[in-house]
């Protein structure tokens, strides 16, 4: 807008006062939304009107469902349809996108806006003039039920948009709306230049993914009991350390270890188990989704560390492994230690691990059963399985607490020494 002068009224510009006062009254042509934006929690969408003479005008609208709401949006006024195809064009070279219905697009924007506001954020200032682009909103007009968050709690994922400053207001207000431990942060996401250097092992994965000094020095150390769902007589449990840097795959591999599992099967873990908003999981596009709610968030284990996650005792968490025994982990925080430590150590625990592929906590429950029957028809077949000599007997209280220890330092011992 531009002012004629000192006293006199402000006049809009011609594009701003038709957007402001003659939008809405052009009928809406076609809308676009990301293909993925039901998994990724932003969508992309761009709504477009089309004027009299054929030209099209349309705003673009960047939406964060996990947290921000319209981060950031535009518009694109009184474009030829030359203009408009070459827009979308660009738009199709960074992102997939599809056709998607008004009621939709316009009840994904508010739903963001108004879960963004709980939290003290408001929607980017461009937005007070792109809305003419949509229709009034009412939520008792809205048509679609739209999930914002994770699991309710609020997400920020940092993006180009985000530098560390800004970055760290966001932290701050939501430390004051949603409360200490009451939402998420998982961090940046690596660019694929990163991916291009994790050639060289877990070891060289870490320091890949960042482990820099100072981030160690302002570390500290978890202590997590883990124990397996379902199992009785005696339970199954591990108490260890963990640096609070480890990524969730080297907290994974630690969970293998203090076990004694094989580390042969798919794994994941998530605030409730099946069913969760939230999946941390290796991310591979041959299974991603296969067993997991098209509404889950997901995010790559090997660039989710635990601190992003677990902010106070006692919050839990579940960790499942090979997804068809499916053997459920229940995780407590139990301390958070005051101390940088560098390599995660098993303290103690009971029970022995259940073999690999015996069909799932029940059927272990059956097979211990079975094996202090030695007259069972199906003593001589588990017996066999299990590689038992004639006179061996399987003793579910074995823990080698030793040999979880070792394991630790076999795996994780190396050269991440820093000035204290």
């Known amino acids: 807008m531009a002012k004629q002068g000192k006293g006199k009224k402000v006049r809009m510009d011609n594009q701003e006062g038709f957007v402001r006062l003659k ?10 939304i990301s293909e993925d934006w039901d998994d990724t929690g932003s969508a992309y969408t761009i709504v477009s009107r089309r004027h009299p003479n054929g030209n099209i005008t349309l705003g673009v609208y960047y939406v964060d469902l996990l947290c921000l709401g319209v981060k950031q949006t535009q518009i694109l006024y009184n474009l030829t349809a030359d203009e408009y195809e070459k827009a979308l064009k660009i738009v199709r070279g960074s992102i997939e996108i599809e056709k998607a219905d008004y009621q939709l697009v316009h009840d994904l924007i508010y739903a963001s806006v108004a879960y963004a506001k709980k939290f003290g954020f408001e929607p980017d200032e461009e937005f007070a003039l792109s809305h003419y682009l949509l229709e009034e909103d009412t939520a008792a007009q809205r048509e679609y039920d739209i999930d914002c968050g994770v699991g309710g709690e609020p997400m920020f994922v940092p993006g180009k948009l985000d530098n560390d400053a800004h970055a760290a207001e966001i932290l701050a207000q939501l430390e004051k709306t949603a409360g200490p431990g009451n939402y998420y942060h998982p961090g940046h996401m690596p660019t694929m230049d990163t991916l291009e250097m994790l050639i060289d092992g877990l070891s060289e994965m870490t320091k890949s993914f960042g482990v820099y000094e100072e981030v160690i020095k302002n570390s500290t150390t978890f202590q997590f009991k883990i124990q397996i769902k379902n199992i009785k007589k005696p339970p199954v449990w591990r108490r260890v350390t963990v640096p609070s840097y480890f990524t969730f795959l080297e907290f994974h591999h630690v969970i293998q270890g203090a076990f004694g599992w094989d580390s042969c099967h798919l794994y994941n873990f998530s605030p409730d188990g099946w069913g969760s908003d939230l999946m941390i999981e290796e991310i591979d596009e041959a299974n991603d989704n296969l067993f997991g709610s ?33 053997w459920q982990h229940a995780i407590t925080l139990e301390k958070i230690i005051p101390e940088v430590t560098m390599v995660p150590t098993c303290m103690a625990g009971k029970g022995a691990c259940p073999p690999e592929d015996c069909g799932g906590p029940f059927r272990y429950q059956a097979i211990k059963e079975i094996l202090t029957d030695n007259k069972h028809p199906e003593y001589a077949t588990i017996a066999e399985w ?35």
């Open 386 to 420: 299990l590689d038992l000599d004639d006179d061996e007997q399987w003793d579910a209280n074995t823990f080698y607490l030793k040999a979880a220890q070792e394991f630790m330092v076999d795996m994780f011992a190396q050269d991440r020494e820093i000035d204290q």
């Open 294 to 326: 098209k509404h889950d968030y997901h995010l790559e284990a090997m660039f989710t560390r635990l601190m992003d996650i677990f902010i106070k005792e006692g919050q839990r968490f579940v960790y499942i492994y090979d997804f068809g025994d499916d």
């Open 23 to 32: 939008a809405r009254s052009l009928p809406i042509d076609t809308c676009w």
